[in-house]
């Protein structure tokens, strides 16, 4: 497994789908990780340091596992199927090792909260991985940085999903 840190959280301009930038430790590769809106504004919370009054469901799922008497040992990303990616929560608890399936963008964002390591398979990373220089000013053309909505935007945007969902949209 390869350790990486999370560069950053932007949205491809090309189709305005937010995505994640996973850069090896002590390497080049930058494994590139399209996620939704949703988690995308979470990790962007969690980069932020921005505090809501009450849990998000991150927060919430960290304080769980804490109260449980485990502890996040470490997420993994660990393969590419039809163009999913899927990974795992590694979790000790009583010295026993739990493992369970996450989707990648919930995986870093609980591990951002509680400080846990974000690993990549090597295979995967050999095969997705992309030697990329992480361009950090404004003036980057092929992303853009975001920024955590505001409490108005979240509103506004639940309100668009209100509006918009019918009952046959959550299946039978």
Known sequence: MIEVVL???????????????LEEVGGERVLPIFIGAPEAASIAYALQGVESPRPMSHDLLGNVITALGSKLFSVEINELVDNTFFASLRLVQLNEEIIVSARPSDAVALALRVGAPILVSDDLMALEGKVMQLNYDDDDEE?????APSETDLVEQLREFLDQVRPEDFGS
């Open 7 to 21: 560069r950053a959280v932007r949205v491809d301009v090309g189709s305005s789908t937010p995505l994640l930038l």
């Open 143 to 147: 992303y853009v940085e975001l920024e």
